[in-house]
């Protein structure tokens, strides 16, 4: 796809220069700029310009036919890279079989095919501008991956990548720790819970208590991202005005301030920590404390079940002991009789 780009634009060029006559447009002028690639001076054409475009090739051969093609193609870059010489753009071309090693070390194919595993829900972005590469301390063909609400990334290890080693590494590492529900993919977040359960935060970004919350909530996150049991949910309820309702009613709880809780995915059951007052938000500490207990078992939706199956018993045992105190009154009354 790219070379077609490349060489239609540069017969546009070409046609141009026939078709408008009486305006200046471009000729080639007979000066080499285009550049073979190798391994040798990879480096050097690196440096000498700040952006580079790249045609790869397979080995020509010998036939007139395809040898003519061929140094059709070069003209048309040649004039594209005169055309852009003055923006430091510079055009080389690779030749796939000769240049094996390099042509995988500079091709993005393994990553876009790579990225149509997880689209959309995970994005995957690229950039060729060595002011962005170097803001984001990203070095040539390497694939960094961002997790949510983190600071740093990780480098893929082992470039140069193959498809499977992209897909194999952001599986691994594709549920955060801190993740935000969206409505696009509420169903698929959802369904990936851990052991039957989700930790579940509900906090309005543009409420202040709510933000102040979040901000606890990324802490948490940042301190315990290399914990694989530990994934919360984040759910902004003005990004579900239709569930807000339904969530309150199912849990219980009051969405008009932070909340945050463990459910089972099974049966909606839940268990919410106690946030007494929005002034006074649990630390990152205290949050830490609370979700340890969720992980180690200590807090869990089971129990609840326990309580209310305790109630229902007492509730059966005080229904006993009136039937009781019953029959003994009616017993009395007929010893009275008699």
């Known amino acids: 796809m790219k070379r077609t780009h490349l060489f239609i634009v540069g017969l546009y060029l070409l046609s141009s220069c026939q078709a408008e006559e009486g305006l200046n447009f471009p000729t080639y002028d007979g000066k080499d700029r285009v550049v073979s690639l190798t391994e040798k001076n990879f480096k050097q054409v690196l440096k000498k310009y700040s952006m580079l475009c790249l045609y790869y090739h397979e080995s020509v051969s010998s036939d007139k036919v395809a040898q003519k093609q061929f140094q059709l193609k070069e003209i048309v870059l040649e004039l594209v890279a005169q055309v852009l010489e003055?923006?430091?753009?510079?055009?080389?071309?690779?030749d796939a079989k000769k240049e094996a090693k390099l042509a995988k070390k500079l091709d993005y194919k393994a990553f876009e095919e790579a990225a149509e595993h997880f689209q959309p829900y995970i994005k995957f972005f690229a950039t060729f501008d060595k002011g962005v590469a170097k803001k984001l301390s990203l070095k040539m063909n390497e694939v960094d991956f961002y997790e949510p609400f983190m600071d740093e990334s990780i480098a893929i290890p082992d470039k140069p990548y193959t498809e499977e080693?992209?897909?194999?590494?952001v599986k691994e590492h594709q549920r955060p720790t801190l993740r935000r529900l969206r409505p696009e993919d509420m169903f698929e977040t959802w369904e990936d819970d851990l052991n039957g359960i989700h930790i579940v935060a509900f906090a309005e970004r543009s409420d202040p208590d709510g933000y102040e919350f979040l901000e606890i909530l990324k802490q948490v996150a940042r301190d315990n991202t290399d914990n694989p049991d530990l994934s919360i949910v984040w759910i902004?309820?003005?990004d579900f005005p239709l569930l807000v309702a339904y969530w309150e009613k199912t849990f219980k709880i009051d969405l008009f301030k932070p909340q945050i809780g463990v459910v089972n995915v099974t049966d909606a059951d839940s268990v919410w920590m106690e946030i007494p007052d929005d002034d006074d938000l649990p630390t990152a500490e205290e949050l830490e404390d609370w979700?340890?207990?969720?992980?180690?078992?200590?807090?869990?939706?089971e129990d609840d079940d326990n309580e209310d199956g305790d109630d229902e018993d007492d509730d059966e045992n005080e229904d006993d002991d009136g039937n009781d105190s019953d029959e003994e009154s009616n017993?009395?009354?007929?010893?009275?009789?008699?």
């Open 86 to 94: 003055h923006k430091a753009i510079g055009f080389v071309m690779v």
């Open 165 to 169: 080693e992209i897909v194999e590494f």
């Open 236 to 238: 902004d309820p003005d």
């Open 291 to 301: 979700i340890e207990d969720v992980l180690s078992g200590k807090i869990n939706t």
């Open 331 to 338: 017993d009395d009354s007929d010893d009275d009789d008699e």
